[in-house]
């Protein structure tokens, strides 16, 4: 395994997480210059990265009094800077004035200027993020960069495919990335005002590709001023994240978007979602009302005309009629997140209808409460045991309050995962508990700890 080749060890990596990549840098000095190109895609420490700059960057600092608050006298490892992909730029101003004594405006544009500079000279951005929605730092000393006077600018950001910004930032900076910036395919936006700058309107403009598309409203305003901006987008656009608040949401805006692979809603007001009630997405993979999801008839009805090939299904403050058209209307369901309550022997019915319909559903989340229209937990843990299809296997439980088989007997949760264990098709379960207030009896944990050795269960944790 350390033998493999660098363009294997690359293969491999694109993979992993992180933290896993990190464990890599010591195996040896290949995998070492494979794992840090990864790492370093976002800046890890500017302290490294200002010692990458130029001894001619330095002789500027030095003209400039400029004191940088620690520099190390060895050269680093690797020139870090080809490797970086992805900037934030907020984060960027930020840490640039940690690392300069005497602090000024001043100071901190030429530290940025040369930082820059030397980025443009050796990579092609892919990432460029602006994302305070109050009042963006990085935005404002960027805007002051002059970008057009250096020869590379172009090429640094012509493979831009991510922007991630505020509608806030200095217009400056809109009117800089227009010049360079017409293939975006992500673009995540905070929309602090309803006076949008023409600079920024010239950017949207220019793009002809735009795949993923996220809007978050921070405030009151007209929402359909802000999403006229982006109807020329109806074809290309197969993701679509709206947050939009308190205000109304734009549902006509929405409808447009017939090639849409996912659909995320956040809103306090679905009063208008009766217009989506005809409206076919044949190519709909993920739904999710990360807020209030819409009146009952309006989602079983939207339900049933997009089910049939959704993959990921996040309901909010749903109920069981919206959980009988899933059973219904998506048979290639893998992951589904639902509230279950009502009579407890509806509630039954409705485990058992998604459990034997859905039979490609990997994952299940569910809130479980003392409330007696909340689907108790260890009749849960019992159907999911007896009746899940054979690719289940993760089980997340959101509490209200205290559980009562996790601080119960440990003689029923024992019978639980032996059951498991036991199945003819098994797959390793990962139980994930959420909830302020849970506590889990130390013969509880005895048993879980057992079957986690035993490799029935892969994963237990507790999100608090």
């Given at each position: 395994?350390?033998?493999l080749t660098a363009?294997c060890?690359?293969?491999i990596?694109?993979h992993?997480?992180?933290?896993?990549?990190?464990s890599?840098?010591?195996?040896?000095s290949r995998?070492?210059?494979?794992?840090?190109?990864?790492?370093?895609?976002h800046?890890?420490?500017y302290?490294?990265l200002?010692?990458?700059?130029?001894?001619?960057?330095?002789e500027?600092?030095s003209?400039?009094?400029i004191?940088?608050?620690?520099?190390?006298?060895?050269?680093?490892?690797?020139n870090?800077?080809m490797?970086?992909?992805?900037?934030?730029f907020?984060?960027?101003?930020?840490?640039i004035?940690?690392?300069?004594?005497?602090?000024?405006?001043h100071?901190?544009v030429i530290v940025m200027?040369e930082?820059?500079?030397?980025?443009?000279?050796q990579?092609?951005?892919?990432?460029?993020?602006f994302?305070?929605?109050?009042y963006?730092?990085?935005?404002?000393?960027?805007?002051?960069l002059p970008?057009?006077?250096y020869?590379?600018?172009?090429?640094?950001?012509?493979?831009?495919?991510?922007?991630?910004?505020?509608t806030?930032?200095?217009?400056g900076?809109?009117l800089k990335?227009?010049?360079?910036?017409h293939?975006i395919?992500?673009?995540?936006?905070?929309?602090?005002?309803?006076n949008?700058s023409?600079?920024f309107?010239?950017?949207i403009?220019?793009?002809q590709?735009?795949k993923?598309?996220?809007?978050?409203?921070?405030?009151?305003?007209?929402t359909s001023s802000?999403?006229?901006?982006?109807?020329?987008?109806?074809?290309?656009?197969?993701?679509?994240?709206?947050?939009?608040?308190?205000?109304?949401?734009?549902?006509s805006?929405?409808a447009?978007?017939?090639?849409?692979q996912?659909?995320?809603l956040?809103?306090?007001?679905?009063?208008?979602?009766?217009?989506?009630?005809?409206?076919?997405?044949?190519?709909l993979?993920?739904?999710?009302f990360?807020?209030?999801c819409?009146?009952?008839?309006?989602?079983?009805?939207?339900?049933?005309?997009?089910?049939?090939?959704?993959?990921?299904?996040?309901?909010?403050?749903n109920?069981n009629?919206a959980?009988?058209?899933?059973?219904?209307?998506?048979?290639?369901?893998?992951?589904?997140r639902?509230d279950?309550?009502?009579?407890?022997?509806?509630?039954l019915?409705?485990?058992?209808?998604i459990l034997?319909?859905?039979q490609?559903?990997?994952?299940?989340?569910?809130?479980c409460?003392?409330?007696?229209?909340?689907?108790?937990?260890?009749?849960?843990?019992?159907?999911?045991?007896?009746?899940?299809p054979?690719?289940?296997?993760?089980?997340?439980i959101?509490?209200?309050?205290?559980?009562?088989?996790?601080?119960?007997?440990?003689?029923?949760?024992?019978?639980i995962?032996?059951?498991?264990?036991n199945?003819?098709?098994?797959?390793?379960?990962?139980?994930i508990?959420?909830g302020s207030?849970l506590k889990?009896?130390?013969?509880?944990?005895k048993?879980l700890?057992?079957?986690?050795?035993?490799n029935?269960?892969?994963?237990?944790?507790i999100?608090?």
């Amino acid at each position: 395994m350390s033998q493999l080749t660098a363009d294997c060890l690359h293969e491999i990596f694109e993979h992993l997480k992180d933290m896993d990549i990190r464990s890599c840098l010591l195996v040896n000095s290949r995998w070492c210059e494979v794992s840090v190109r990864f790492i370093w895609k976002h800046i890890q420490n500017y302290h490294t990265l200002i010692a990458c700059l130029s001894n001619e960057s330095k002789e500027i600092f030095s003209k400039e009094n400029i004191i940088l608050s620690s520099q190390n006298p060895n050269p680093p490892l690797f020139n870090y800077g080809m490797f970086i992909q992805n900037i934030e730029f907020n984060d960027f101003a930020k840490r640039i004035k940690y690392h300069i004594l005497e602090v000024n405006d001043h100071k901190i544009v030429i530290v940025m200027e040369e930082i820059v500079k030397m980025l443009m000279n050796q990579i092609s951005l892919k990432t460029l993020v602006f994302n305070q929605c109050s009042y963006s730092l990085g935005g404002h000393y960027f805007s002051y960069l002059p970008l057009e006077r250096y020869p590379r600018a172009m090429d640094f950001f012509k493979n831009l495919s991510e922007l991630d910004c505020c509608t806030n930032i200095h217009s400056g900076l809109f009117l800089k990335l227009s010049k360079w910036c017409h293939d975006i395919q992500t673009l995540k936006i905070s929309f602090t005002t309803n006076n949008l700058s023409k600079e920024f309107s010239d950017l949207i403009s220019i793009q002809q590709n735009l795949k993923c598309l996220k809007i978050k409203c921070c405030g009151k305003m007209d929402t359909s001023s802000i999403t006229q901006h982006f109807n020329k987008f109806h074809n290309t656009l197969i993701k679509l994240d709206l947050n939009v608040g308190r205000n109304q949401l734009p549902i006509s805006f929405v409808a447009k978007f017939t090639n849409l692979q996912e659909l995320i809603l956040s809103c306090d007001n679905m009063m208008r979602f009766h217009n989506l009630d005809d409206i076919v997405f044949p190519t709909l993979r993920t739904l999710k009302f990360t807020d209030k999801c819409p009146r009952d008839g309006h989602l079983c009805k939207f339900i049933e005309n997009n089910g049939k090939n959704l993959k990921e299904l996040h309901l909010n403050d749903n109920n069981n009629l919206a959980n009988f058209t899933i059973a219904g209307s998506c048979p290639k369901l893998k992951s589904l997140r639902t509230d279950i309550w009502g009579k407890e022997i509806e509630n039954l019915s409705v485990i058992k209808a998604i459990l034997h319909s859905c039979q490609q559903l990997e994952r299940l989340e569910v809130k479980c409460s003392r409330r007696e229209d909340h689907v108790d937990e260890e009749i849960l843990l019992e159907y999911v045991v007896d009746n899940s299809p054979g690719n289940f296997h993760k089980l997340i439980i959101r509490f209200e309050n205290q559980s009562k088989i996790f601080s119960g007997s440990p003689e029923n949760l024992d019978s639980i995962f032996t059951k498991w264990e036991n199945r003819i098709r098994r797959i390793p379960l990962s139980l994930i508990l959420h909830g302020s207030h849970l506590k889990i009896k130390e013969d509880n944990m005895k048993v879980l700890e057992k079957f986690k050795k035993l490799n029935v269960i892969k994963t237990f944790k507790i999100d608090n």
